[in-house]
């Protein structure tokens, strides 16, 4: 059952407790150890909205787009036309809130085991080492199932302002998906389709404070994300945090400030049976700046029953890699605080 510690992250730093051990990084495991030296990359690929849709270049890039889909699995989304002040506005939206009084925020504290809400790392097991981390995590659509008493109502702006990114989001994310239907030659909708009625966006609102043990302690431990596609709103701030693992060395993931950062999720690789990757990342600390971001979580209905699409399974020369699998993130917590990959429960 999930347990609400009693203090965040930014409590622990303001009150200048000593470092729980609890958050110290044991576990090495796959992924080795935390290391701040490792190289930043030219080669993480842009992918350019305006080239997918034009007549002249929309082939050219949709080869990049195939290439970054089952390489890196990752990729920085430019000219993707949402004004950059708009999502300067929207970061501002998450300092905001994580500098409002402790009390204020409380207001929106997630309560008993529910998912939704401001609060600390989720703690679902006695070892799990802890993530320095805080976060506003909120159900966006459908529209029907937001729980608009924790979407804070301070600063004032907040929940336009989240209504009307996510409805731009929505808009970059139909048709990335149509991109990456037209790059692995499928019929178009043969993703979407998949999605229904129920698709889903979770936004989460990161923020990481500074902390003294950046050699020890993690913002976020290794994951791929449980989503079908995930839109990262990077800190602009030059403080580099995030950090993805490719062919087992990991490598810091470049700030371009109005650029969209999009990782695979776990449900896209299972439904293009394996073509799509679902990179590991994991997000350091720094000891004198703070960080924060803004994560938005795209996936299917949860009550809609998802396997790798008939047209990209070919009993020979690819053979079907996935089970079929339904509510995919119900699972996904648990394996994460376990240090565990959901998807390889899946696996045939
Ligand atoms: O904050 C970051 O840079 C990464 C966030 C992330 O990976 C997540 O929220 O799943
Ligand atoms: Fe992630």
């Not at 929207?90 to 504290?109: T, W």
Request: proline share 7%.
């Amino acid at each position: 059952m999930a347990e609400v510690l009693p203090s965040t992250v930014q409590e622990l730093v303001e009150n200048g407790d000593e470092l729980p051990q609890r958050y110290i990084w044991r576990d090495a495991g796959d992924y080795g150890p935390i290391d701040l030296s490792v190289p930043l990359t030219a080669e993480i690929p842009s992918i350019d909205v305006g080239r997918l849709v034009s007549a002249v270049d929309a082939a050219a890039e949709l080869l990049n787009l195939r290439s970054a889909l089952t390489s890196w699995g990752c990729f920085q989304v430019v000219n993707h036309g949402i004004d950059e002040l708009f999502l300067d506005e929207v970061r501002q939206l998450g300092r905001e809130f994580f500098h409002l009084p402790m009390s204020e925020k409380q207001k929106y504290a997630r309560q008993g085991d529910g998912y939704e809400g401001y609060g600390n790392d989720l703690v679902l097991f006695d070892k799990q080492p802890l993530d320095w981390s805080d976060r506003l995590y909120l159900q966006v659509a459908p529209d029907d199932h937001q729980k608009l008493q924790y979407w804070p109502q301070n600063p004032q702006s907040f929940r336009k302002v989240l209504h009307d990114y996510s409805g731009k989001l929505r808009q970059i994310e139909e048709q990335l998906l149509k991109s990456i239907e037209k790059s692995l030659s499928i019929p178009e909708g043969s993703f979407l389709s998949k999605f229904g009625q129920g698709q889903m966006m979770y936004a989460r609102f990161n923020y990481y404070p500074p902390c003294s043990k950046p050699d020890q302690v993690l913002a976020l431990k290794p994951h791929a994300d449980g989503s079908a596609i995930t839109i990262l709103l990077q800190d602009d701030r030059d403080v580099r945090g995030l950090q993805l693992l490719k062919d087992n060395h990991w490598f810091w993931v470049p700030i371009i400030p109005h650029a969209l950062l999009v990782n695979i999720g776990d449900q896209l690789e299972i439904l293009s049976n394996g073509i799509c990757k679902s990179p590991v990342h994991r997000a350091v600390t720094n000891s004198e700046r703070e960080r924060s971001t803004v994560a938005m979580f795209c996936s299917p209905d949860p009550e809609k029953e998802i396997g790798p699409i008939q047209q990209l399974v070919d009993d020979e020369k690819r053979p079907r890699m996935f089970k079929q699998v339904k509510n995919f993130t119900e699972t996904w917590f648990n394996y994460y605080q376990q240090g565990k990959r959901p998807i390889d429960a899946f696996r045939i």
